[in-house]
C-alpha cells in the first residue's frame, strides 16, 4: 500500500538476469527470514522514524483490552514484497491472534497492516461498507488509507500511528459496547450510583493491576532479550581473539604491534561486557518497577549497539 501521492519508477530487468535471481531463491529458502530484524519489544524502529521519546510514548499505548500493536521500520525491503515480508515478520516473531503488525519501509514508502483475527477483519469489512467501501484487503486499505496516510504524507509517522491504533482500539471496544446494549438499559434501572461507583473502582483497580503485570512481562522480556544478545556479544568476542593466536608469536614489527594492539582492546570489551551482564543479574528490576525496566532495557541496548560497533570494526 502507497503512502505517497507520486508513483515510483520501475526498471525493468533482463529476462536472463530474472530467471538466475529467480534460481537463486529457489535454493536458498531461508533468504527472506535471514532480514527478520530482532524484534526489540513492542517498537522495533531499524529505519530512525522516531525519537526515543515517541518510540516510548507508542509502546505505552500498543497494548490494548482487545489488541496489542507491533510497530516495525525498515529502510527498505530491498526488493522483498511488503505483503510477504509482513507475515514473514509476523510468523518469525510468533505473534498471535491478537496481535497486529504495523510495517512501514521509508525508502519503498511502504505500510502493510497484518493481523490474524476474523473478529477484526469482520469490523473492518463491516466499517468499509458502511463507508460504501468493499470488502476483504480493500477494507484493509482504506482503512490504512483513513487512519495513516494523511500523516504520513506530511511525515508525520508518529501521528499516522498513533491515530490508527487509536481507531483499531476504538473499533473493538464500539463491537464490545454493540453487543452489550440491551442488558446495560436494564442494570441502569437496578443498579445504584454507589453501587456503579464501587463497579468501576474495581474496573479501574483491575485494569490498572493488568496493565502494570503485562506490561512488567514484556519489559523485562524485552531486557532479557537484551541479556542474551550481550551474551552473543561475548562469544563473538571470543572467536575474534582466538583468530588473533596464531599470529601472535609470528608476525614482526608494526604488524606484531597491531596484533597486540587489536588483542588487548577485544580483551578489554570482553571484560566489559562480563562486567555489565554480572552487574545486571545482581541488580535486575522486578516487574512490577516499570520505568527500572525499560531504563535498564534501554542502557543495555545502548551498550550493545557500542559494544558490537566496537567488535565489528575491531573484526
Known sequence: MEYNLFRLGCVGLKKVVLFIWMLSLLWVPGVYAADVPVQQGLVTDKAGLLSSGEASAITDAAPGSRYTFHIVTLESLNGANSANYATNVYDSWGLSSRDILLLISAEEH????????????????????QQGGPSGSAAITKWVDTYFIPYAEDGDFTGGIFSLMEATHSLGQSQGTATGTGNAVNDKSTVSMPGILLILMGAALVVGLLYVVITGIRRRRAHDEQKELLGDLLVQANRAIESLKPFQGIVQGKTAERVEAISERLTNELIQISALRNEDSDAAPAFYRLAALKTAADKLSEANVSFRSAILEEE
Open 110 to 129: 511502504q505500510v502493510e497492516l497484518n493481523f490474524q483475527n476474523s473478529g477484526l477483519r469482520s469490523s473492518l469489512n463491516s466499517w468499509s461498507q
